[in-house]
C-alpha cells in the first residue's frame, strides 16, 4: 500500500506570496492533519479534515487554510508569507477513529526568502 | 503554553544500554499518547502508543510506561541500536479530539 505523498518537496518562495501545498493520504484513509515543524517549536497541529469537513484546527493565523476533496486528496494554502512561515509541513493521514495512528508523509520543506 | 513537555532536547547513550525518553504534559484530559520516531528528511512514522487505562506497554525492544498521577510518560528502548539515532516525539490527544499535541523531541544518539 502506498504511503502519505506530499508534493512539492521543496519550494522556495519570497514574502508576500502564496503558496498552495498538496496531500495523498493512504487509500482508504478519511482523515488527513497538517503539522508545521519548525527547530524551536517543534510539531505543531494546524488543522484537520475529515469527509471534505475541517473537524478541528490549531492556533494559527487565518492565512493558514486547507480543504479536502471527496477522494481525500488534501491541500493546504498560506497567503501572504512570512519569513516565519519558513518550516517543514508535514501531512499525516488515518482511517478515522480516534486513536488510529497516524502516517506521515515526507513534508514539503517551504522557504520564504 | 506547551502542554507536552519534553524537557531534554538530546541524549546520548552506548549500544547496547537502555534508552530511556521523558515526557511530561499538563492536560488532565488527554488519554491517548504516542511515541514517533523521526529521521532527517523523513516525516514521523509510529513507535508506540498507550492509552490511558493502561500504564504499560510493550512491543519487541520499545516499552512506553505511562504514571497517570505524574503526568509523565517515558519510552524505554532496550538494548539501543544505532538505528535507534533520530528524533523521537512523544505526542497526546484529548477524548472525543483527533488532534495530537506534540512535545518539542529529543533528540538521540546511539553511540557504537
Known amino acids: 500500500k502506498a504511503g502519505v505523498t506530499q508534493t512539492p518537496r521543496y519550494l522556495i518562495k519570497t514574502r508576500g506570496q502564496q503558496v498552495t501545498l498538496s496531500c495523498s493520504p493512504i487509500?482508504?484513509?478519511?482523515?488527513v492533519s497538517w503539522y508545521q515543524q519548525t527547530p524551536g517549536q517543534g510539531l505543531q497541529f494546524l488543522f484537520e479534515?475529515?469527509?471534505?469537513?475541517?473537524?478541528n484546527k490549531g492556533n494559527f493565523p487565518g492565512r493558514f487554510s486547507g480543504r479536502q476533496f471527496s477522494n481525500s486528496r488534501s491541500e493546504m494554502n498560506v497567503s501572504t508569507l512570512e519569513l516565519g512561515d519558513s518550516a517543514l509541513y508535514l501531512c499525516?493521514?488515518?482511517?478515522?477513529?480516534?486513536?488510529?495512528?497516524?502516517?506521515f508523509g515526507p513534508g514539503t520543506r517551504l522557504l520564504v526568502l | 503554553d506547551q502542554q507536552v513537555k519534553q524537557n531534554s532536547p538530546s541524549l546520548s547513550v552506548q549500544e547496547g544500554r537502555i534508552s530511556i525518553l521523558n515526557c511530561d504534559y499538563t492536560?488532565?484530559?488527554?488519554?491517548?499518547f504516542l511515541w514517533y520516531k523521526k529521521y532527517p528528511a523523513e516525516g514521523p512514522t509510529f513507535l508506540i502508543s498507550?492509552?490511558?487505562?493502561?500504564d504499560k506497554n510493550e512491543d519487541g525492544r520499545f516499552t512506553v510506561f505511562l504514571n497517570k498521577s505524574a503526568k509523565h510518560l517515558s519510552l524505554h528502548i532496550v538494548p539501543s541500536q544505532p538505528g535507534d539515532s533520530a528524533v523521537y516525539f512523544c505526542?497526546?490527544?484529548?477524548?472525543?479530539?483527533?488532534?495530537?499535541?506534540f512535545g518539542t523531541g529529543t533528540r538521540l544518539t546511539i553511540i557504537p
Open positions: 479534515y475529515f469527509s471534505e469537513t475541517q473537524r
Open positions: 492536560n488532565s484530559m488527554f488519554d491517548y
Open positions: 487509500s482508504g484513509h478519511r482523515s
Open positions: 505526542a497526546a490527544s484529548a477524548i472525543g479530539n483527533e488532534k495530537l499535541t
Open positions: 498507550i492509552s490511558s487505562i493502561k
Open positions: 499525516a493521514s488515518s482511517l478515522d477513529s480516534r486513536g488510529e495512528t497516524q502516517y
